[in-house]
């Protein structure tokens, strides 16, 4: 039974692009915010997205505001009541996704129906643990930008039902047209604990003079094919998302590699977090 009543808690840079993918899939989505201002920013930034699919023809003009029209942006939890899977994609903080998945147990009344998660790296046992149906609970784990990226990592908590993963894994793969590699409930998952010690690397390498933030992306970008280099690539994902990926994994493994260097905290707490905000190793024109 596949999902129609989709709900996506947090339209940030991930919340938009998942609630982009689902509603351009025909599902009717629901996106709550915890401020107008943040509810803006969100549609703002869906509308931007499919007008760059529509001018790369990837998109009818009718298809989409037929997306559009699928969007009903509220600032409520309380409208998740009729959903039958809502993802969670707010900041990577474990006690507001803990505090978000009590709120949406409470909320949400169609029997069986699946809480997931975006997070990158919050164990989802800790999440699914909130809930009266940890049976219900899952990681689905999308990839910046979410309307171009092929992956989605589907992490099973050990609670986590195997109709529940199959009913996601359907999903994902005939609904939305993603790939899906499985996980296993560490922080993390595959592809960060992969990814987030190249990219603290880098952060190291130029922190200590090493190489030039432009020498080290050009290296990764013209030696190795990459699509970005991976200063650039932190840029895209955000710097405090980046130092709370790393700090997660340092908490669960307690290895050097995912410690995170001065340089991104220092970078965080001046709120130099990369695209977002404008400037982070390079500078956006906003
Ligand atoms: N909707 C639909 N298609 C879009 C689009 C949108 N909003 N935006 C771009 N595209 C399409 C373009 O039309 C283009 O398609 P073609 O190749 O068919 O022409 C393609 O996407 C690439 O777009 P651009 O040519 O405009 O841009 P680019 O070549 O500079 O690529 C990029 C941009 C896709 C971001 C590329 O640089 C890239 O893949 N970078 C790596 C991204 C990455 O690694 N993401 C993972 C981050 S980790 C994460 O997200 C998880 C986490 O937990 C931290």
């Known amino acids: 039974m596949?999902?129609?009543?989709?709900?996506?808690?947090?339209?940030?840079?991930?919340?938009?692009?998942?609630a982009e993918v689902c509603a351009k899939a025909g599902r009717d989505v629901i996106v709550a915010e915890s401020s107008s201002e943040a509810l803006q920013a969100g549609a703002a930034r869906i509308e931007k997205s499919l007008g760059r699919a529509v001018r790369a023809e990837k998109l009818t003009e009718d298809e989409m505001a037929s997306t559009m029209a699928n969007l009903t942006f509220v600032d409520s939890l309380g409208a998740m009541e009729d959903r039958d899977l809502v993802v969670e994609a707010v900041l990577e903080d474990e006690a507001v996704k803990v505090a978000i998945f009590e709120q949406l147990s409470d909320a949400v009344s169609v029997p069986g129906a699946v809480l997931a998660s975006n997070t990158s790296s919050i164990p989802i046992m800790k999440l699914a643990m909130a809930t009266a149906n940890p049976q219900q609970?899952?990681?689905?784990?999308?990839?910046?930008?979410?309307?171009?990226?092929?992956?989605?990592?589907?992490?099973s908590s050990l609670l986590t039902s195997d109709e529940t993963v199959q009913r996601c894994r359907d999903f994902a793969t005939g609904v939305l047209?993603?790939?899906?590699i499985d996980s296993q409930d560490r922080a993390g998952f595959v592809v960060n604990a992969l990814l987030i010690p190249y990219l603290l690397s880098a952060i190291r390498m130029m922190e200590s003079g090493f190489a030039s933030a432009e020498d080290i992306d050009a290296g990764m970008v013209l030696g190795c094919n990459h699509p970005m280099g991976p200063l650039a690539l932190t840029d895209l994902i955000g710097l405090d998302t980046t130092m709370a990926v790393a700090e997660s994994l340092y908490e669960e493994f307690k290895e050097q590699l995912y410690a995170p260097p001065p340089l991104l905290s220092r970078m965080c707490d001046a709120g130099l977090l990369g695209r977002k905000s404008g400037r982070g190793f390079f500078v956006y024109n906003r």
Do not use: D, Y
Not at 2 to 15: A, D, H, T, W
């Open 137 to 155: 609970v899952v990681g689905v784990h999308f990839f910046n930008p979410v309307p171009v990226m092929g992956l989605i990592e589907l992490v």
């Open 177 to 180: 047209g993603k790939r899906v």
């Open 2 to 18: 596949s999902f129609s009543k989709i709900g996506v808690v947090g339209c940030g840079l991930m919340g938009s692009g998942i």
